[in-house]
């Protein structure tokens, strides 16, 4: 099958592409304060399961049409781009009846040619971006059938989304990457966009950070990724949804690789770092800065400079982010004992004055 390069929203960007937005839809509340976050991060597209294939019934099924009202205030207010996932023509007529710029087949659906078709049959003539999961089984002429079934009706803008493979006994991952068949997807086809769901893969929170960069490091498009306003409390997939800011967080830190690994690409990170470290030598001058101001608050009001609780809420808050981002408790510790050293010399130094 021959695509032509296409555009998706926000592809024509530099990679990646970032998809963002809780598991499912639960409540206006709830969808609205997370696509604030969100957009305040600069997030460009938004997601929300509003119909939630569930493995077994008596789970949280989604809320229905009612929440595709929600994802259009997102859309006005925030002016992102919003998507959901269909599984069958009556989702597509609602999702397009409420303005939706983007959708998206399921894993289990796009296991189901009969259900494809379905979609497929009531997507034709409608110019829409559709991203086609892969199937729940590793079965690459299967997601090939599916992208098939919607090129044939007529659909151009497509793209792919890698979100694992099931598989009986779990063990680090939710859904095993199996990397290579996305890959060789991309070589079968290879103007078709690849997005990849860490979220799904991993199924935890602190496995979607190394996901993400691996991701990028296999030259994928864009990501996909599980955020909501209050993880804990989520109504489906809470063990694997993120905060906004942890999001950031974690798009802030990728090293985004360009093809050829060539000595010009070797600069080129060299010249990230020396950027990077530069912010860092700013921002600790700033905090230092800051320190500096306690101080005097300190030495007006008769306060010590030590406040343990404090110190302590800062070190397990601060190591505890730092892991989640990939690095070791003990390096954080070391860092964080060295600037705390530092902002108390500091105070010392005010307090004497
Ligand atoms: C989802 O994106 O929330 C979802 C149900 O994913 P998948 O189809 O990959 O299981
Ligand atoms: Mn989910």
Redesign the pocket.
Known sequence: MELEKITLPGLEEKRPLVIAGP??AETEEQVMETARQLAAQGVKIF?A?VW??RTKPGGFEGVGTEALGWLKKVKQETGMHVST?VATAKHVQEALKFGMDLL???????ANPFAVQEIADALKGVDIPVLI??P?NPDLELWIGAIERLHNAGLRKLGV?H??FSSYDKKLYR?LPQWHIPIELHRRIPNLPIIC?P??IGGRRDLIAPLCQQAMDLQFDGL?I?SHNNPDLAW??KDQQITPDVLSLILNTLVIREMNQTTESLAALRKQIDEIDMSLTELLAKRMRVAGEIGQYKKEHGMAILQATRYDEILSKRIAEGEIMGMSGEFMKTILEAIHTESVRKQMEIMNK
């Not at 998206?104 to 796009?110: D, I, N, S």
């Open positions: 598991c499912s997601r399961g939630k294939p996932e998206w087949v399921g894993a289990r659906t796009t999961k892969n729940v989304i979100r694992g859904n769901d979220s799904h996909i599980e489906s997939d």
